[in-house]
Nanobody, 115 residues
Framework: QVQVVESGGGLVQPGGSLTLSCTVS????????VGWYRQAPGQQRALVAKMTSGLTTNYAESVKGRFTISRDNAKNTVYLQMNSLKPEDTAVYYC?????????WGQGTQVTVSS
């Protein structure tokens, strides 16, 4: 059974930084498109950032220039570096790994931006 384990969430002040990590227990991690999504209360889950196996990235407009997605295929891990955090970034952040018909999600990690 595939496990998707996120870590790194927490409480941070506006303007601060956090790094989320996600490890996916698949056999060939490098072929997967990996991404981060978020869901704020009362809102639908939405894409934050994703990276293909060929390292092409896609970011939500609201996080461009502030967030950076990266991956370490040797560690089966994807990261989300979040800088200049704003209160509107507060949400549960979910990790996703997808390839062909496989689509795996983590349980989510809470990020709260508040003074």
């Amino acid at each position: 059974q595939v496990q998707v384990v996120e870590s790194g969430g927490g409480l941070v002040q506006p303007g601060g930084s956090l790094t989320l990590s996600c490890t996916v227990s698949v056999h060939i991690f490098s072929v997967y498109t990996v991404g981060w999504y978020r869901q704020a209360p009362g809102q639908q889950r939405a894409l934050v950032a994703k990276m293909t196996s060929g390292l092409t990235t896609n970011y939500a407009e609201s996080v461009k220039g502030r967030f950076t997605i990266s991956r370490d295929n040797a560690k089966n891990t994807v990261y989300l570096q979040m800088n200049s955090l704003k209160p509107e970034d507060t949400a549960v952040y979910y990790c996703n790994a997808a390839w062909l018909i496989s689509d795996f999600w983590g349980q989510g990690t809470q990020v709260t931006v508040s003074s």
